[in-house]
Nanobody
Framework: VQLQASGGGLVQAGGSLKLSCAASRRTGNMHSMGWFRQAPGKEREFVAAVSRNGFNTRYADSVKGRFTISKVGARNTVALQMNSLTSEDTAVYYC????????????????????WGQGTLVTVSS
């Protein structure tokens, strides 16, 4: 499975962006998916994740209430709606997916994911 992330760009503080991540083939509802980010000089960190059935979600405390993750369409696409962006959100954002046996599993650490996208840069100007 190859993942293609898109939607990054330059936005002013307080603005919004929506990231999308599409799988190269239909994963149906068999994969949980997540978003991670990595700022310059920092380690990759968890942002948000959703279960394979799309019903369970988890968020990093730093984005809770501002970001929303959702599965879209045939569930081989995941979106990340980002609102009230700050300069602290500037990073390369990566999507990831993992085949799940259980419907409601949500994963929050990078080494739990099998497949990764190439990353999309989000820059928030203050």
């Amino acid at each position: 499975v190859q993942l293609q992330a898109s939607g990054g760009g330059l936005v002013q503080a307080g603005g919004s962006l929506k990231l999308s991540c599409a799988a190269s083939r239909r994963t149906g509802n068999m994969h949980s998916m997540g978003w991670f980010r990595q700022a310059p000089g920092k380690e990759r960190e968890f942002v948000a994740a959703v279960s394979r059935n799309g019903f369970n979600t988890r968020y990093a405390d730093s984005v809770k209430g501002r970001f929303t993750i959702s599965k879209v369409g045939a569930r081989n696409t995941v979106a990340l709606q980002m609102n009230s962006l700050t300069s602290e959100d500037t990073a390369v954002y990566y999507c990831a997916s993992n085949y799940e046996r259980l419907m409601d599993t949500v994963r929050v650490t990078p080494n739990e994911y099998q497949f990764w996208g190439q990353g999309t840069l989000v820059t928030v100007s203050s």
